[in-house]
């Protein structure tokens, strides 16, 4: 056998074994954990990541299991814990233990680590963080109570030029809040007062409505609850003094019809479902971080109700502005701590 025919008949050789070389391996995604460090029910934030789990076990029948911290520091690493040894992509809300997050993805570097609602990173750069451009959305929750208290033609609101807030806690996401919503009715009257309170609760829906009782006894018309599951008491209060609301997170507009003028939306599930997409189609990037701001629908404003509060005419100037931040016309300023 001539040289020539020995070299061809190896190189042949050599592709075959190339050919039948086993291709990079995809990431194991059968099993998906979401970790909150709250509790569901909130009819908000938590509830709507739940809602993006659900839609990957009817899509993409993959196994889930939703574990809840319910604000216990104490269950925080045996949450995460648990997390790891069930599932192979864990969806997490890390606020009170993101240092631990950090740990964890560190040891477990074959898990896929995505952190929701704030930007985590360790030093492994394993953990995907998506971050929603709240301002947006909160603006535009000003621009809504500022158009509203301004507006004497509609029943309950006085002549006083004050709006309100009402969160669960003080952090950074709710500051982002705060600042966005004042901002955003400051841009309709700059006289007109934001009063705030703070619960230092996440699930006291009793809290949530005494702190909007107080407001609304101080003048305010209108109160933005940032407040999760004790928020709900936010809207109650507004049905009990027959005053308005604006809810968040979710469409809470028919939680008390005819008082929750409009919802700051944050779509939780939606990025949930779309990083997931991104895993199972291979342009999944660890250590990223992904902004959803009104743009690409992972927050918004929302009138739609069984009972429509507000006239056409506020919710046409609110959705003109929505359509200025949308195109870049308008840049809302992005909250950077004090």
Same mark, same amino acid.
């Given at each position: 056998m001539t040289k020539p025919i020995l070299m061809i008949i190896a190189a042949l050789l050599i592709a075959g074994m190339i050919g039948c070389a086993p291709a990079s391996q995809a990431p194991k995604t059968d099993k998906v954990a979401? &970790? +909150?460090?709250?509790a569901l029910g909130d009819q908000a934030f938590y509830d709507s990541g739940q809602l993006g789990i659900d839609q990957l076990a009817k899509e993409y029948g993959n196994e889930t299991r939703t574990i809840e911290a319910k604000f216990d520091a104490a269950r925080y690493e045996l949450s995460l814990q648990e997390a790891v040894n069930y599932a192979d992509v864990v969806f997490v809300i890390s606020y009170g233990f993101e240092d631990q997050l950090k740990g964890y993805a560190n040891k477990y570097a074959g898990k896929i680590f995505i952190n929701l609602d704030t930007v985590v990173e360790n030093s492994k750069k394993t953990i995907t963080s998506v971050d929603f451009i709240e301002e947006e959305s909160a603006y535009l929750a000003g621009v809504v109570a500022g158009l509203t208290t301004l507006d004497t033609a509609i029943p309950g609101i006085n002549s006083e030029k004050i709006i309100g807030a009402v969160g669960g806690d003080v952090d950074p996401v709710v500051s982002a809040f705060v600042f966005a919503y004042t901002n955003g009715a400051l841009s309709i009257d700059p006289? +007109?007062? /934001?009063e705030t309170e703070y619960l230092g609760s996440w699930e006291d829906t009793a809290k949530g409505k005494q702190a909007a009782l107080q407001l609304y006894d101080r003048k305010a018309d209108i109160v933005f609850q940032i407040a999760g599951a004790a928020g709900l008491g936010v809207l109650q209060a507004a049905g009990e003094r027959g005053l308005y609301a604006i809810g968040v997170d979710a469409n809470q507009n028919d939680k008390v019809p005819g008082y929750v003028v409009a919802s700051d939306i944050k779509n939780v599930g939606k990025a949930i479902y779309e990083v997931f997409k991104t895993i199972k189609d291979g342009s999944y990037k660890p250590g990223t971080v992904s902004r959803?701001? &009104?743009a690409s629908g992972g927050v918004d404003i929302d009138f739609s109700a069984q009972k429509q509060v507000l006239p056409q005419s506020i919710q046409d100037k609110v959705?003109? /502005?929505? #359509? #200025?931040i949308i195109d870049g016309a308008l840049k809302v300023e992005i909250y950077q701590g004090e």
């Open positions: 979401y &970790l +909150i460090n709250g006289h +007109i007062k /934001v959803y701001g &009104l959705m003109a /502005v929505r #359509q #200025q």
